[in-house]
C-alpha cells in the first residue's frame, strides 16, 4: 500500500491531487497592472481618460478612498476582462448601487474564476447597502435568510444576483479562546474591508471594483492566483476551528481549480479534521456532494484520503483503501470515470449515481456472498446515513442498486429495465465497467443499444499518473 504520512506535506502518494503546473492558460487573463505607486496615481489617469471618452454625466463615481478613519488600505490591481465574460445582470446590480451612492464590488467566487481563466457559476455582490436599500432599488428583487439577510436580485431565465451587505468577522469571545471556536454568530454588518477578512481563503477575498476595474485586495489573494495556492485568509488552524467545513472546501477548490494547497494549510487540514465532527451534518452532506459533482472527484477524495479528512467522513471507504493491495486503484479508475462522464456531459451525474459510485467497491465487498445483500447493504450504509444526513432517498436507492447489480450485469435485467431505479442502475453499471474494463451487454438497454452511448466502446485503458509530491510553497 501507498504509505501516506498525513502529517507532513511533502509526502505524496501517486495520483497526488494538486497539480502545481498553471493549466489556465491565459483565457480572459487581462492586463493586470500591478504597479506599487497604484491607486489615487491610476484613479486619476483613469478618470481622465474617461474625459475623452466619455461625457461628464457617465462617468463612473469617484474612486473609493480607503484607508480612512485608520481602515487598512487594499492592494490595487487594474485587471480588464473581455467584454462579455462579466454577467450584464451583475454588472447591472453594482452599477445601480455605485450610482445611487453605495459601495458595490463583485465578490467572491465570481472574481476568483474571472482571474484564474474559468467561467463563474455565479455572480455575487457585496455592498454598503443595507438589505432594505437594495430591496428599494430593485423592484425585482426579495430579501431572504433570517439571520443574515440578504438580497436575491431577480432575472429572466431564473437567474438570481446575491446581494448582501458587508459583513464583519464575528468577534471571538477571548475567554472561550482555543477551547471552542466555532462561529456561532457572524451577522453583524461591517465595512469592505472586514468583509474581505471574513471570508474563507485568499482567493475568494478579492473584490472587483466595476466602474474603475480594480481588483481589491486586502488579504493577499492576487499573489496566490498568481503562485496558484489555497491559502486561509489568516491562521489555517483557526479558521478551520471556526467552520470545519472550510477544510472540505479547501479540497474542493484545490482540486477543481487544480491549484496547490500550502504546507501550512495541509498541516492544518491534517489538525482540525476531527472538528469535522462538530460540523453540522447537512453541510457535510452537501460539500461531499460537491466533491463528487466537481468534475474532479478522484483528485478531491484522493486529498480527502491522503490528509485523513476520509478517516472522519467516511471511514468504511478509508479503511477499505488502506486494506486492497497496493496495485488496486479500482476505487480511483472508478472517480476517474465519474470526472470523464460529468465533463463529457457538461453536467454533474445524478446524485444517487454519484454516491452509489463513490461506496461502490466497499458496498460490493460488504454483500458478497451475503444472502441478504439489500440487509448488507443496509447495514453498511447506515452509519453513513447517520454521520453525513444522506437523505432517505438517496440511501435507499443506492442500497437498492448495491443489490440488484450483480443481475444486471448479468445481463438478466428483466422487470427492472422499466422501474424508475433503472436508469440510475444501468448508468452505476456501464460507468463501473467502462472504469473497470470488463464491460458485459446489458440486456435491455436502449442507450448503448443505440450505439449512442460511449460506454458500449471498449473503454481505452486508463492508468494512474504518478507524480511526484509537489506542494506550493508557503
Ligand atoms: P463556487 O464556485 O463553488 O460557488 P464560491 O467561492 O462562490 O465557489 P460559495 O459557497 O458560493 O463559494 O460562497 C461564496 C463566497 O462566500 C466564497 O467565495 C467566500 O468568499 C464566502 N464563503 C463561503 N463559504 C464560506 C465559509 N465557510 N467561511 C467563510 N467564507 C465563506
Ligand atoms: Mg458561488
Redesign the pocket.
Known amino acids: 500500500m501507498v504509505s501516506r504520512s498525513p502529517a507532513k506535506g511533502g509526502a505524496r502518494a501517486p495520483d497526488e491531487p494538486v497539480n502545481p503546473e498553471p493549466s489556465h492558460a491565459s483565457r480572459g487573463r487581462q492586463v493586470i497592472d500591478r504597479d506599487p505607486a497604484r491607486k489615487a496615481e491610476r484613479g486619476r489617469d483613469r478618470d481622465s481618460a474617461a474625459d475623452d471618452a466619455e461625457p461628464e454625466s457617465e462617468r463612473g463615481p469617484e474612486l473609493p478612498r480607503f484607508g480612512r478613519d485608520g481602515a487598512p488600505e487594499p492592494e490595487q490591481y487594474t485587471v480588464e476582462f473581455e467584454e462579455g465574460r462579466i454577467d450584464p445582470d451583475a454588472a447591472k446590480v453594482v452599477k445601480r448601487l455605485t450610482r445611487a451612492g453605495y459601495e458595490a464590488y463583485l465578490?467572491?467566487?465570481a472574481v476568483?474564476?474571472l482571474l484564474i481563466g474559468r467561467s463563474p457559476?455565479?455572480f455575487?455582490v457585496a455592498t454598503s447597502a443595507r438589505p432594505d436599500d437594495v430591496r428599494r432599488l430593485f423592484r425585482n428583487s426579495r430579501i431572504i435568510g433570517r439571520r443574515f439577510r440578504l438580497v436575491h436580485v431577480l432575472f429572466g431565465g431564473g437567474k438570481v444576483i446575491e446581494t448582501a451587505t458587508f459583513r464583519r468577522p464575528p468577534e471571538q469571545d477571548s475567554q472561550r479562546e482555543n477551547e471552542d471556536l466555532l462561529i456561532r454568530n457572524d451577522n453583524v454588518f461591517g465595512d469592505a474591508h472586514q468583509d474581505a477578512y471574513?471570508?474563507?481563503f485568499t482567493i475568494?477575498?478579492l473584490f472587483y471594483d466595476l466602474d474603475h476595474n480594480l481588483v481589491l485586495d486586502w488579504v493577499g489573494g492576487m499573489a496566490d492566483i498568481e503562485r496558484r495556492a489555497v491559502h486561509t485568509i489568516g491562521t489555517p488552524v483557526v479558521r478551520f476551528q471556526e467552520?470545519p467545513?472550510?477544510i472540505l472546501?479547501a479540497i474542493?477548490f484545490a482540486a477543481q481549480l487544480d491549484l496547490g494547497v500550502t504546507p501550512e494549510v495541509y498541516d492544518a487540514m491534517v489538525q482540525c479534521r476531527g472538528a469535522l465532527r462538530k460540523a453540522a451534518r447537512p453541510r457535510l452532506f452537501e460539500e461531499v456532494l460537491r466533491l463528487l459533482r466537481s468534475g474532479a472527484s478522484r483528485r478531491a477524495f484522493w486529498l480527502a484520503w491522503e490528509t485523513g479528512v476520509l478517516d472522519v467522513l467516511l471511514p468504511e471507504l478509508s479503511t477499505y483503501l488502506a486494506d486492497l493491495p497496493e496495485d488496486d486503484n479500482s476505487v480511483w479508475r472508478i472517480l476517474q470515470e465519474v470526472d470523464r462522464t460529468t465533463l463529457e456531459r457538461k453536467s454533474p451525474l445524478d446524485d444517487t449515481v454519484l454516491w452509489a459510485m463513490l461506496l461502490l467497491e466497499p458496498m460490493r465487498e460488504a454483500c458478497a456472498g451475503e444472502k441478504d445483500r439489500v440487509e448488507a447493504a443496509y447495514a453498511f450504509l447506515e452509519p453513513i446515513v447517520d454521520r453525513l444526513n444522506v437523505p432517505r432517498r438517496i440511501a435507499d436507492a443506492v442500497r437498492r442498486i448495491v443489490a440488484l447489480m450483480p443481475r444486471v450485469e448479468a445481463g438478466r435485467t428483466g422487470r427492472f429495465a422499466r422501474t424508475q431505479l433503472y436508469p440510475a442502475l444501468r448508468d452505476v453499471v456501464e460507468l463501473r465497467a467502462a472504469a473497470l474494463g470488463e464491460r458485459e451487454p446489458i440486456e435491455g438497454d436502449e442507450l448503448s443499444a443505440a450505439g449512442t452511448s460511449a460506454a458500449g466502446e471498449k473503454p481505452a485503458r486508463k492508468r494512474r499518473r504518478r507524480r511526484k509530491p509537489r506542494i506550493e510553497a508557503g
Do not use: F, S, T
Open positions: 465578490v467572491g467566487g476568483r474564476d457559476k455565479d455575487d471574513r471570508r474563507d475568494n477575498g467552520d467545513v472550510r472546501r474542493k
